[in-house]
């Protein structure tokens, strides 16, 4: 999770005021004026605009209830979000951990002679976006109406309701449209506008709801098993598209056979589909879980779609040296129509001009590999031309030693850092299990 540091506060507090406060206290207390909105609530309001739930009058709208902001114009609003733009595409404000922190209490500084003080750094705690929600603005024989709009946000945020624009002289049939972030993914909503006037006998809408499957699909011990698996879609009776959940708790995917498996949807729909588990003809190679890193072993393709045709293609990474390979972070899966398993990533190459892009590309292993070690080794070489730093924390905080390239460490022992890996040394300090990074040697 990243996090966006607002900077620190000063206060001219006595000195038994300076002790036990959280930093909500200490900063109403630095500012020294009524607000109904904090910096906190500032910077979600700018980050909804980035990610498209408001445009730049409602947010300054918003920060107008703060006295620091009461001339703000939504021209100001475009620059003051610029830097968040340049650092933080594709993030949200993770409101629930920031406000947590916010009532966490602190130790302010005594920085000078009298009674002023700083509160250490105060942050915004942020998550990477993984749900768009797509409203289309339909005319009732389909064509444009406005503009269609893509809010993004993470599963688990808050819901925001955004209001449909107005055309003179139509009905709508969602005045605002609920944009509940309740699960990963894409989905649509339609907007539909009818001329007043219009005879709606011939224009009823048939209820959508839905739920599609392949009555069978085909895989082997080694695979994973989604509702994509049985190319499953759902729908609710606005034609919106639902996830689709899939039962595997009668079904030993270790062991060859035909097991029955229900799919349900949110909608009420349930469907009996078989799997046929097969043996895998080679063992089975380790598929990376989300959030982990990938990188590319040779020349691959990076695609809108899970199915890959020439027409999909969205970026190509040609094969580099072992310090230049191309990384990914995964962020779900995806199977072709033939069934074959793709990573659903997101481009980690961050002085890359692709960085941040998302898509799909192949799993296989004979194509991409786990970007960190996963056993101990006896000695590592280093291999990256600016060296790498050795820390006392599996964080890589409290930098210790700077090591040079072609160095050689002995190692003790590799730790789990969340997703990523990190080597030991004989003095107890760690370094990065990154394998563009370091290799293993003899």
């Known amino acids: 999770m990243k996090t966006l540091s607002l900077g620190s506060a000063k206060a001219i507090l006595l000195k038994e005021r300076a002790t036990g406060l959280t930093y909500k206290e200490f900063f109403e207390t630095a500012i020294k004026q009524e607000s109904s909105i904090d910096f906190y609530e500032v910077t979600n309001a700018i980050f909804l605009y980035m990610n498209g739930a408001l445009n ?6 918003v920060m107008k209830k703060s006295p620091l902001y009461d001339d703000i114009t939504a021209q100001g609003v475009e620059e003051l979000s610029q830097p968040f733009k340049d650092q933080f595409t594709g993030f949200s404000v993770n409101m629930s951990k920031t406000k947590e922190a916010d009532t966490k ?7 000078e002679d009298g009674d002023t003080y700083s509160l250490p750094d105060f942050y915004v705690y942020m998550v990477r976006n993984n749900v768009t929600m797509h409203i289309n603005y339909l005319m009732s024989d389909g064509s444009k109406a406005f503009e269609p709009k893509a809010i993004s946000g993470y599963a688990g945020q808050d819901a925001v309701s955004i209001t449909s624009p107005v055309k003179e002289g139509y009905t709508i049939d969602k005045p605002t449209v609920q ?8 989905f649509t ?5 009818q001329k007043i ?3 709606t006998g011939t224009t009823t809408r048939v209820n959508a709801i839905s739920l599609t499957a392949d009555a069978s699909a085909t895989v082997t011990t080694a695979d994973i098993v989604n509702a994509a698996t049985f190319h499953a879609k759902a729908t609710d009776s606005q034609g919106r598209e639902l996830p689709v959940s899939v039962d595997l708790s009668k079904v030993n995917l270790k062991k060859p056979g035909t097991y029955s498996v229900s799919l349900s949807a949110a909608n009420g729909q349930t469907k009996v589909v078989s799997l046929i588990v097969k043996a895998a003809s080679t063992p ?5 879980v989300k959030q982990e890193a990938i990188y590319g072993l040779k020349t691959l393709y990076l695609y809108r779609q899970p199915t890959f045709t020439k027409a999909q293609r969205l970026v190509k990474y040609s094969r580099k040296s072992r310090v230049d390979r191309p990384m990914f972070i995964v962020t779900g899966y995806g199977r072709s129509k033939a069934g074959r398993l793709r990573y659903q990533v997101r481009d980690a190459n961050q002085r890359s001009k ?12 004979k194509y991409v590999g786990l970007a960190y070690y996963q056993k101990v080794a006896q000695k590592i070489k280093i291999i990256n031309t600016h060296g790498i730093n050795s820390y006392q924390q599996l964080n890589l905080t409290g930098q210790q030693k700077h090591f040079k ?12 850092y969340h997703l990523t890996t990190r080597f030991v040394l004989s003095d107890g300090q760690v370094v990065t299990a990154n394998k563009k990074l370091v290799q293993v040697i003899k």
């Open 189 to 193: 909503v339609n907007v539909h506008y």
């Open 56 to 61: 730049a009058q409602q947010v300054a709208d």
């Open 105 to 111: 209490t602190v130790v302010p500084s005594h920085i």
């Open 284 to 288: 089975a190679d380790k598929v990376a």
């Open 197 to 199: 006037g219009t005879p």
């Open 405 to 416: 390239r072609e160095q050689t460490l002995k190692v003790v022992g590799l730790k789990k």
């Open 179 to 186: 944009t509940a972030f309740t699960e990963a993914g894409n």
């Open 354 to 365: 692709t960085f941040g892009k998302t898509g799909y590309i192949t799993a296989n292993s």
